[in-house]
C-alpha cells in the first residue's frame, strides 16, 4: 500500500493564509517589461486589457516572492561590500507612451571588469536547475524574459551594459553576467509591443492546442482555450483606446472622454465587449440599443450591452 500523505500541519496552514489574506491584486496599467520576452502576443494582449480574472496565488509561493526581494537587497549588500556603487533603484521604465512599463533593481558603477562604465542592474535568485541553465547558456538563451527586461532597461535610460546578478538559492553560489546593449532587439521588441497596444482584437496565439505546453501553465488559458468570459473593464470594451502621449492613457469613444484608472476597471452600463473576446456566433447587431445578440455554445441567446444594464 503507498505510504498516506501526512497532512499539512495547521501552524504551516495559517502561514500560508496569513500569506494570501495579506496579498493585494494589482492590474499593471500596461505591458510588463518582465514579460515582454513572453513569445505569445496574444498573452501580452490580454494582459494589457485585463481580460483574466485575477489569479489566486498560494501561500508558499508568495513567500517565495519575498524570498526574490530579499535576495535583491542581499546582492545590492555584495556588490557595495566589493566598492561597487549602486544607485537608481525602483527607477521607473516608461515606454510607449506608458505602455510598456516596469522598474529597474539599480544602476551601479565600478563594476569590476568595467569600472567607468554605467551599468544597469537585474538581481535574480534561482533554484538549482534554473541557475544551472543560466550558467550554461546564459542569460539571452536560458531566460529570454529577463534579457527582454534587461535591454528595455538599458533602452530607457540610454546604457550600454548591464551588470545581471544572480544567486543560487540552493548554495548561495553567485552568477554574474555583463549584456550589451542591443538596439536592434530593443527596435525589434518595441515594434512588436505597439502592434499588440494598437491590436483591437486579441492577435494570434502560439498555439490553438489547448494541451500545447506552453499554453499549460499560461494565466491566460481560460480565457483563450476555456471559453471563459473576461473581465467586466473598459480595457476589453469597443469603445475603449490606449491613447500613445501620457502615461498609459486610456480613452473612451463611446462618452468622448478620457478615462481613469477606476472607471476603467468599473467600466460603465454602455460596455459592449470586444466581439472576438465572445465564445460565441455574433448573430445580430443592434446599433440604435447599442447591443450585439451572440448564439452560445450551448445554443442560448446572449445579447451583449445597454440591456445588460
Ligand atoms: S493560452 Fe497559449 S495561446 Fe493563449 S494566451 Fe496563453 S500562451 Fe498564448
Ligand atoms: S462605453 Fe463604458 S465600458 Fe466602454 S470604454 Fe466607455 S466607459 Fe468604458
Known amino acids: 500500500?503507498?505510504?498516506?500523505?501526512?497532512?499539512?500541519?495547521?501552524?504551516?496552514?495559517?502561514?500560508y493564509a496569513a500569506y494570501e489574506a495579506a496579498n493585494r491584486h494589482y492590474d499593471s496599467l500596461g505591458i510588463s517589461v518582465g514579460e515582454i520576452g513572453n513569445p505569445c502576443d496574444r498573452a501580452l494582449w490580454y494582459g494589457l486589457r485585463w481580460a483574466s480574472q485575477p489569479?489566486?496565488?498560494?501561500?508558499?509561493?508568495?513567500?517565495?516572492?519575498?524570498t526574490g526581494?530579499?535576495?535583491?537587497?542581499?546582492?545590492?549588500?555584495?556588490?557595495?561590500?566589493?566598492?561597487?556603487?549602486?544607485?537608481?533603484?525602483?527607477?521607473r521604465i516608461r515606454l510607449l507612451g506608458g505602455h510598456v512599463r516596469?522598474?529597474?533593481?539599480?544602476?551601479?558603477?565600478?563594476?569590476?571588469?568595467a569600472p567607468k562604465t554605467e551599468h544597469l542592474c537585474e538581481f535574480k535568485s534561482s533554484n538549482d536547475a534554473g541557475f544551472k541553465e543560466i550558467v550554461k547558456k546564459g542569460c539571452k538563451e536560458a531566460k529570454p524574459l529577463h534579457y527582454g527586461q534587461v535591454q528595455l532597461g538599458m533602452h530607457m535610460f540610454g546604457l550600454t551594459r548591464a551588470l545581471y546578478l544572480v544567486v543560487n538559492k540552493n548554495d548561495d553560489a553567485r552568477y554574474a553576467e555583463r549584456i550589451e546593449y542591443d538596439i536592434d532587439y530593443c527596435a525589434r521588441i518595441l515594434a512588436r509591443a505597439q502592434r499588440i497596444i494598437d491590436a483591437p482584437e486579441p492577435p494570434s496565439g502560439i498555439s490553438k492546442d489547448p494541451e500545447f505546453f506552453g499554453c499549460?501553465?499560461?494565466?491566460?488559458?481560460?480565457?483563450?482555450?476555456?471559453?471563459?468570459?473576461?473581465?467586466?473593464?473598459?480595457?476589453?470594451c469597443i469603445h475603449a483606446t490606449p491613447e500613445p502621449g501620457g502615461d498609459a492613457h486610456w480613452s473612451c469613444a463611446r462618452w468622448a472622454k478620457p478615462l481613469s484608472i477606476d472607471e476603467q476597471k468599473s467600466g460603465c452600463p454602455a460596455h459592449l465587449t470586444i466581439p472576438?473576446?465572445?465564445?460565441?456566433?455574433?448573430?445580430?447587431?443592434?446599433?440604435?440599443?447599442?447591443?450585439?445578440?451572440?448564439?452560445?455554445?450551448?445554443g442560448e441567446i446572449w445579447v451583449d450591452g445597454a440591456t445588460n444594464a
Not at 489569479?55 to 519575498?66: A, C, D, H, N, P
Open 55 to 66: 489569479e489566486t496565488i498560494e501561500g508558499r509561493k508568495l513567500s517565495i516572492f519575498r
Open 69 to 91: 526581494d530579499r535576495w535583491e537587497e542581499v546582492l545590492t549588500d555584495d556588490l557595495e561590500r566589493i566598492g561597487v556603487d549602486v544607485y537608481g533603484s525602483q527607477e
Open 1 to 15: 500500500m503507498a505510504p498516506i500523505p501526512k497532512a499539512e500541519a495547521r501552524t504551516v496552514s495559517a502561514i
Open 276 to 298: 472576438a473576446l465572445i465564445h460565441g456566433e455574433q448573430i445580430d447587431v443592434n446599433e440604435e440599443n447599442e447591443s450585439i445578440t451572440y448564439r452560445m455554445p450551448n
Open 102 to 113: 516596469g522598474k529597474i533593481d539599480g544602476r551601479a558603477i565600478g563594476v569590476p571588469e
Open 216 to 236: 499549460m501553465f499560461c494565466k491566460h488559458k481560460p480565457v483563450c482555450h476555456d471559453k471563459a468570459t473576461p473581465r467586466h473593464t473598459c480595457r476589453v
